[in-house]
């Protein structure tokens, strides 16, 4: 995975007034842990925002005083109305234990179902990965060709060799399925039953079925 530098600032104090006085002047409040005591420090919202507003993931080379930390983004705060950073917690790494991100999934190839009429069900964007640091992949790629209507894609045919998915086996990762249910003839005129009486509605937007739960 590619790992992106950026420079920090320690905090000289910490306190609700000075990380506001913080982001005024363009700074994002940050603290880094993982590793020895905790640090407080800043690091510049136009630097980070164009590493971040991209569906890529990173390692984050920190420089702090001249010292280099090697950290993956643990959580992000945002102001609930102009979405700007609140405040970034980073957690830094020595490579000899694993560590856990959210991977992007990307479908590869056009599912056969899809040319039949069906649509592509994608549960999540990201599946959270346990990996040592050299073998974190930057994306979990799916190939979804051979996919026909009601077929789905788990959790468990996705095992690769030294990543951990963090999520149960039978979990629900993406799949093919109608727009609709299709309902046969004889359904139909059973459906209209007595006058007087209300038929039932059938479905629409069925996932495909699932053995259980499949595939941050």
């Known amino acids: 995975m590619k790992t992106v530098s950026i420079s920090g600032s320690l905090r000289k104090n910490v306190g609700k007034q000075d990380a506001k006085k913080c982001r005024v002047e363009g700074q994002i409040p940050c603290v880094m842990y993982g590793i020895g005591e905790q640090k407080f420090f800043t690091i510049s919202n136009k630097n980070f925002e164009k590493y971040v507003n991209t569906p890529n993931i990173h390692f984050f080379e920190i420089d702090l005083e001249?010292?280099?930390?090697?950290?993956?983004?643990?959580?992000?705060?945002?102001?609930?109305?102009?979405?700007?950073?609140?405040?970034?917690?980073?957690?830094?790494?020595?490579?000899?234990?694993?560590?856990?991100m959210g991977v992007p999934l990307q479908e590869v190839g056009t599912a056969s179902g899809i040319t039949k009429g069906g649509i592509l069900m994608k549960k999540m964007h990201k599946l959270k990965v346990s990996a040592l640091p050299e073998f974190m992949p930057d994306k979990i790629e799916?190939?979804?060709?051979?996919?026909?209507?009601?077929?789905?894609?788990?959790?468990?045919?996705?095992?690769?060799?030294?990543?951990?998915?963090?999520?149960?086996?039978?979990?629900?990762?993406?799949?093919?399925?109608?727009?609709?249910?299709?309902?046969?003839?004889?359904?139909?005129?059973?459906?209209?039953?007595?006058?007087?009486?209300?038929?039932?509605?059938?479905?629409?937007?069925?996932?495909?079925?699932?053995?259980?739960?499949?595939?941050?």
């Open 142 to 216: 799916v190939d979804i060709s051979a996919l026909e209507i009601n077929d789905s894609i788990h959790i468990s045919d996705l095992q690769q060799e030294n990543i951990e998915f963090i999520a149960k086996p039978q979990q629900f990762v993406i799949g093919v399925t109608t727009t609709r249910t299709v309902v046969s003839e004889d359904d139909e005129e059973g459906e209209e039953g007595e006058e007087g009486e209300e038929s039932p509605e059938g479905e629409e937007g069925a996932a495909p079925a699932e053995s259980g739960e499949s595939k941050k």
């Open 66 to 100: 001249g010292k280099k930390h090697n950290t993956v983004i643990q959580e992000m705060q945002f102001h609930p109305v102009t979405d700007n950073f609140l405040h970034v917690d980073f957690l830094e790494f020595d490579g000899a234990k694993p560590i856990i």
